[in-house]
Every structure is written in structure tokens, then in C-alpha cells.
């Protein structure tokens, strides 16, 4: 039986010389399986694309893996290896321009050298947009000053993808209990805390056409849209929003399947945000692509609203 043609769009690689940012995240894998990811993410031919024609993934925007720049500690430094991953990244989509596009790096310990990098990235290198793997070194990008990324970004009309991270301090309640802090809850608690800065921060009302992208279904968020509707209104702290919180989702806040290969969550997120704002993908390498595959393709959709997370909606966000 023949797949449907599907778009994937957190789908990560390792540029040379990154490993070094990636010590924490690796100390937490079994050798054998780390060996396993460190080849199919420095592989860009005959595993990559096996995995996607297997799937009937027709094209994957490619991203750095976590946490990338945003582990570097130096400024310069940070800006000379956002430029030196999306040249390499460029050099690998060259060869394979048809399967492949990218998201930027980007070095948000500086926001005016980000925002340039994002022009490069975007007008002269084609990628889609950035991904950014959460806070760099505690801070957030509600902060007014990253106004001049949010700007450019909406001006240029690419998305932003939001990606896990460790949170810069441990979680409290996750002390003793590491199979939480990672990506089995803590990454998603802090990552949807992040989103949600950026909501509450008026970071939308001041960029209304902005456009942040959540995988792994939301990180949850869209689940709760009731609930930050009637506590906002309840305990609004002194904040004003143009809209209400539930408002932002589905125009704003995007969300993908990556991680998430529940038939019962995709309906409740397609429910609460709308068809058009929900994509497909996979978390490549580190889900499977075929079991992604079989998801959404046995998922309980009518033939329209699964076209639309397969692929519909990213060749209309991102204009392939």
C-alpha cells in the first residue's frame, strides 16, 4: 500500500564539532543506543533517506540537535558556530534539494546578531525559519529586547520553532527522579512554560503575525486553553491581553506530532486549535519515522484534515 505524502519539520542532524554541547543530554543514553543516534544524525544519505522514503516522508526541515548554540557559553563564539552550522547545513541541503530544507541556528545570546543571522538564513541560504532550543543561560525571549528577532521574524514571515531544553535550574519536584527531569516530563514542563512567557509577556500582541511552533503535541498546552482562560481572568496579576489566552493558540502558537503518537491526543489538539494548525512530524532520530508513519495514517481522520496535518499545512506556513 502506497503512504501519503507527508512533510516533517523536527527532524534533527549534528553538524561537526557539536557533540561537544550535547554531553549532558548523551550521559543519559546507554552507549550502545548513543552510538546508534550519533550515526543517523551525521548521516544525510542512506539512512536519513531510507527512513523517509519508508515513511512516505517527501521532505524534512532539518534542524540542529539539541541543545546546539544555545550551550555555548562564549558570545562570539556562539555567533561564529550559528554561522558555521547553517553553512553546513546549506551545503548538505544543496545536495539533496528536492528532500530537504532547513531551520536556522541561531545565537540568541546576542538578539541584533540572531536577527541577523536569521536574514542570512532565510534570504540567502533559503531556510524556513529558526529552531531554537529553548532558553540560553536562563533567559527567555519574552524579554523586550529580542523585539528586534520577533520583528524580523514577522517581516520575513517564517516561523519560530520552540524546542525542549534542560531547565536552568533543576525542577524541585523532579530532585531524585531523573527518568522526569528529561524528556519524559521536565523538558515538556519547561519548554511549555517558555511558550507560555511569550504568550502572557505580550509578545503577540505586539507581533500579532508571529508564529511559534510546539512539538510533541503542544508540549500539552492545548489541553488546558479552558483552564488559562478562567485563572487569567481570575488572577490576572495586573496584565492585559488583547485576546484571551485559548485565542493565541492556533493563530500564534503551532503545534507538530513529534513524539506524540496517540490517535486520541491528535484528535483533542485538532479539536482544540483547529485542523490547519496542527502538523505532522516525526523527532528523527531519536523516534521511529515508521511508526510515526503508521500513526497518523491509521489515525481516525477524514481524508481532508489528514492531508492537512501531513502536509497541507507546512507546504502553506513554510510556502514548498
Known sequence: MSRIRKIALEEHFMAPGFQEYSKSFQQHLDPKVFKELSYALADFDEIRLAEMDKAGIDIVILSQTGPGVQGETNKARAIERARENNDFLAAQIARHPT???????????????????????????????????????????????????????????????????????????????????????????ET?????????????????????????????????RWRFDSRFEAYPHGITLARRPSEYFG?????????????????????????????????????SSTAAADFIEQAPLDDQIRQLVCHGNAERIFKL
Open 99 to 189: 528532500r530537504f530544507t532547513g531551520f536556522a541556528s541561531l545565537p540568541m545570546q546576542d538578539p541584533k546578531a540572531a536577527t541577523a543571522e536569521l536574514e542570512r538564513a532565510v534570504v540567502q541560504l533559503g531556510f524556513k525559519g529558526a529552531l531554537v532550543n529553548g532558553h540560553t543561560h536562563g533567559t527567555y525571549y519574552d524579554d523586550p529586547a529580542y523585539d528586534i528577532l520577533w520583528e524580523r521574524m514577522q517581516a520575513l514571515d517564517v516561523p519560530f520553532y520552540l524546542h525542549p531544553i534542560d531547565p536552568c535550574t533543576p525542577l524541585a519536584a523532579c530532585e531524585g527522579h531523573p527518568e522526569l527531569a528529561g524528556a519524559t516530563w521536565g523538558w515538556g514542563v
Open 192 to 224: 511549555g512554560t517558555h511558550a507560555l512567557r511569550l504568550l502572557f509577556g505580550g509578545v503577540f500582541d505586539r507581533f500579532p503575525n508571529l508564529k511559534v511552533i510546539l512539538g510533541h503535541m503542544g508540549e500539552g498546552l492545548p489541553f488546558l
Open 251 to 287: 493563530s500564534n502558537i503551532l503545534i507538530t506530532t513529534s513524539g506524540v503518537c496517540s490517535p486520541h491526543a491528535l484528535l483533542g489538539a485538532i479539536g482544540e486549535m483547529g485542523a490547519e494548525a496542527v502538523m505532522f512530524s516525526v523527532d528523527f532520530p531519536y523516534e
